[in-house]
């Protein structure tokens, strides 16, 4: 069975001369519904859902196994007649919303030496350093997402699969080993920040939700990666962690993504 490729978001079509490609990972939840209501960015865009969003299946490997899967992804879009290739190694501009970014670093990673792609850069939307926590232990069996919601209404089968997709995204950050750069004769791909500017409103006053947790660090902990030096630039958005793509929002994060596009193709000018 042939290798899946990444699906079209905005087509090639519709892009403006010599804009880099921009692959974008899916979220926690597992699905690419959000980059499909960003405005037009003028440039190839391609997104990877999470092929185990119906069935639920676990991966024995975590986000490196995930990781893995995606970036042959990345390779076998790259080499399909409809993708926009140019001479030489293909050049393209990795990314995602939170979770999403943590697995296009760990794509950067795997895809560092590879012939025929080159990561100009990464594109982290509103995505934290990730902090394990060591009191934290992962369950012994998958535990079943909640069916009802706050309201006590039942959830849709979608929210369902959403929320056991989150948990397992959780588990899996919980468990990553991050990349170490400082080894590798391949230098890390800068990386631009759309960080969202609000805090996520929780029901008890002086509850802050693990996604604010380094809210107050413009680079949202990056700086703390040792050896490191990631985040090169930071766009500040309207909104919280998880009402960026939200139609009231989307399209003030969609000029941040230009903008953020428009930086990483810069560097890679310069590069």
Known sequence: MPLSTCEVVQ????????????????????????????DPLRRPVYGIANPHFESGAPWPGGLEEMASLYADMVRATIASPDFPRRAGRARVLLGGWSFGGMLSLHMAWLLRDDPDIEVVGLLLVDTPLPVRDEKKTPPAAPVPPPTVGAEGKPLRRNEVLALQAMGAARDMIQAWTMPNWTASKTPLPPAVLVRAKGVVPEKDPGATAAVDRSRSDPKLGWCAWEGHDLVREVVDVEGHHYDIFTFARV???????????????????AA
């Open 11 to 38: 087509g090639p079509e519709h892009a403006s001369p010599g804009a880099l490609p921009l692959i974008l990972v899916h979220d926690g939840g597992g699905t690419t519904f959000g980059y499909h209501c960003l």
């Open 251 to 269: 399209s003030a994060t969609s000029t941040g993504i230009k903008k953020a596009c428009a930086v990483l193709e810069s560097f890679g000018a």
